[in-house]
């Protein structure tokens, strides 16, 4: 044990002492201090998204290209440069050597990590105490409770860890199915017909339009006063799998419409009534009558853009299932559109920003862990620059994975099945470094869930890193120390 934390303590000395790790302090903090400061934008909450999303993305790419940089460099430089030379003619396993330097190179990562995230913290924290604040000239009293009524709504929405439910998707291939049969029947009765091969053409062209093709929801009829006559255009979505016990809670419903085209441009406001199923008034009043609102009458929404609304309480059945409608109220006959993975969504609060931004530097750590780990592993048996190939190699092989065997990626020919095939059988072995990518998540108010950390941990680390760890120190106890030789 004293060898090994003296191995560490080595290894971290030289790295602190290096430009290399004052390089990257630089980096860390221009990436946590000009990235926000350099948006200008009036809306607090894409200030405190942007504070989150982005810096913390730039940091985890810095700790990501110092990791494999430092990991390579350590293990290969040490041999050749005969600097290990001196260690391994002591009674020291090469095994200890090993998991010194990796200990080492995570220290170092663990103390920019922490650098990086209170530097963060503290830019949002100062983004969060400007919410709210108004003219110089306006009245105290006023802007105080302007502001305490901005920075409530922003600790309610987005500095929070809110649990996400995603509604039921309907079956892609029985939608094709019945859509294909459909045009099978409507060109039959025009007197043409199709051979099997047209017939397996037009359900893959269907297929691909499901994927793909947002929800739409047509105009209902509006009386004089802009009121939905009927709400037989409403689009209905089912949330299934809730735990009872959320009942005595406040359900929140997160939405966000387009208005015509699913597009940032050209969006205004537009009417919509949303309304919720009471479970107790399903038998007395019957499917389509058990609804109750959510709001009272249709309300005016800025399309593009997210909203929230609590919902009444007991909307969860004995089943826990939840049923929310929709009713487009546009008054000039727009449709409106719902991406799948937009939702609209429940929320439940779990936690506050602070708990949820510890799990995001959690998510953060164990890809370092890994990451620091695979450098090592290849730079104790390869030369640097094979070593820094192999690794950057590797984990493309599970990013273009993840790509591959993606929902949305439509397959249609042999060569795309083959291709499919190929990657889920690479993804037994490789790591997807997007899976650890939670900034979204956090800048959205979305709780980390430690089931989620564990899946990560467990996948990822212990299933696919540490068998790569461990061939790493079987390869660099053998390598032969005599045969670095210097030219």
């Known amino acids: 044990m004293k060898a090994f934390r003296a191995i560490v303590a080595l290894t971290f000395r030289n790295a602190v002492r290096s430009h290399i790790f004052q390089l990257l302090l630089i980096l860390l903090l221009l990436c946590v201090t000009l990235i926000p400061f350099s948006v200008s934008t009036g809306k607090i909450d894409d200030l405190i998204r942007v504070s989150l999303l982005y810096s913390l993305w730039s940091v985890s790419i810095v700790l990501t290209l110092s990791s494999l940089w430092l990991g390579c460099y ?25 998991l010194g330097k990796w200990a080492g190179i995570n220290l170092i990562n663990i103390v920019l990590l922490l650098f990086a995230g209170l530097v963060v913290y503290a830019v949002v924290m100062l983004r969060y105490n400007e919410a709210g604040e108004t003219g110089r000239f306006a009245d105290r009293e006023v802007a105080r409770q302007n502001a305490e009524a901005e920075r409530a709504r922003i600790r309610s929405q987005i500095l929070v860890g809110r649990r996400v439910f995603m509604p039921e998707l309907p079956d892609p291939e029985k939608v094709a199915e019945a859509a294909v049969n459909q045009r099978i029947q409507e060109l039959a009765q025009e007197g043409k017909q199709f051979t099997d091969s047209e017939i397996a053409r037009l359900r893959d062209e269907v297929r691909r339009d499901i994927s793909t093709r947002p929800i739409e929801v047509v105009p209902a009829r509006l009386n004089e006063a802009g009121i939905p006559l009927t709400a037989a255009t409403a689009h209905t979505w089912i949330f299934k799998d809730l735990p009872a016990d959320l009942n005595k809670g406040r359900l929140i419903l997160r939405f966000r419409p387009y208005l015509n085209k699913v597009a940032s441009e050209d969006q205004r406001d537009s009417r919509m009534w949303w309304g919720v199923q009471n479970p107790a008034a399903v038998q007395s009043a019957g499917e389509s009558g058990s609804y109750m609102a959510v709001t009272p009458y249709p309300e005016a929404y800025f399309t593009g853009e997210f909203h929230e609304h609590f919902l009444p309480d007991g909307v969860i059945s004995p089943e826990g299932i939840v049923k929310i409608q929709v009713v487009n109220a546009d008054t000039q006959g727009g449709k409106h559109y719902y991406q799948i993975a937009d939702g609209p969504q429940l929320l439940i609060p779990v936690c506050g920003f602070e708990a949820n931004y510890l799990r995001a530097m959690l998510v953060m750590l164990v890809q370092l862990l890994l990451l620091s780990g695979l450098a090592c592993a290849f730079g104790g048996c390869l030369t640097m620059p094979t070593a820094i190939f192999m690794v950057v190699s590797y984990l493309l092989f599970g990013s273009l994975s993840m790509i591959l065997t993606d929902a949305s990626f439509f397959i249609s020919t042999a060569w795309d099945k083959l291709g499919n095939i190929l990657a889920k059988t690479l993804l037994l072995v490789v790591i997807p470094l997007q899976n650890f990518d939670v900034t979204d998540m956090l800048s959205n108010g979305e709780l980390i869930e430690f089931s989620f950390i564990w899946k990560l941990f467990f996948e990822y680390f212990l299933l696919r890193g540490v068998p790569l760890f461990l061939l790493g120190i079987w390869l660099y106890r053998r390598r032969e120390m005599g045969s670095a030789v210097r030219k």
Not at 74 to 98: A, L
């Open 74 to 98: 350590i293990m290969s430089h040490d041999i050749d440069n005969y600097q290990i030379h001196m260690v391994v003619s002591k009674p020291v396993p090469r095994s200890v050597i090993w």
